[in-house]
């Protein structure tokens, strides 16, 4: 079995997640009452919040990069990066880092595509709605990604920091994040939802909607539960 280092802290209750998810997935398929090998790194979400409000995302890759060689240093086997947002300099990352990387892109795209959508919806950071490194990624496939408007953008934003990375999770946020998928499914006949920031999954969940929901942090465990076991 191999050992995953996991870049956490970004922010930390999906962290959290992550490790239960992984303990989960891992249980689910070695039931000899063994538990997996992980190491977690907890960085500063703020300093990465603060590069990415100042677009200085060379910064923002450095810092990860160094976060990884603390995890090679601890001699785990591979890496991944418990968050979307800094997917945004993933491929940067990726060239500089001496292990190999598990993408919850990719993941995503590839859990999308064997349930056979098409046309998906993007929730997450504005720093992931406004880039286009899902739709890069999607594309390879024919898929195409549908955001909020700008408006709508700025809201989630809003509430993704202010509410959800702090673990408030009120009624009416969910509510008016509802309709938002409500109206990109009329607007755009989107035929799936990807939770884009892993905190999202928090408040929303699979009954919410008609539509398939992705949860990222889900899909991307599993990915790493099935490359700590390959």
Known sequence: MK?????????PESTIEYYRFIIEGYRE????????????????LSKLVAWMEASQLA?????????????AAAEVDL????????????????????????????????????????????????FTMRSTFYQNVFAEQQMEIIVPTAEEQDYIHEKYFGELVKNIFLPETSARLLAIVDRLKKDHTIDGLILGGTEIPLILRDDSSSLPFLDTTRIHAAAIVNQMLT
């Open 79 to 126: 890496i991944a990066i418990a968050a979307n947002t800094p997917h945004i300099v993933f491929d940067q990352v990726r060239e500089q880092s001496p292990l190999p990387m598990v993408s919850i892109v990719e993941a995503t795209r590839d859990k999308a595509s064997a349930l056979g959508l098409r046309r998906l919806g993007l929730l997450g950071t504005g």
């Open 29 to 44: 398929r070695i039931t000899d009452g063994s538990y997996p090998s992980i190491v977690i790194n907890s960085i500063d």
């Open 59 to 71: 910064e923002v890759a450095d810092y990860l990069v160094a976060a990884i060689e603390k995890l």
């Open 3 to 11: 050992t995953v280092g996991i870049i956490g802290g970004i922010g």
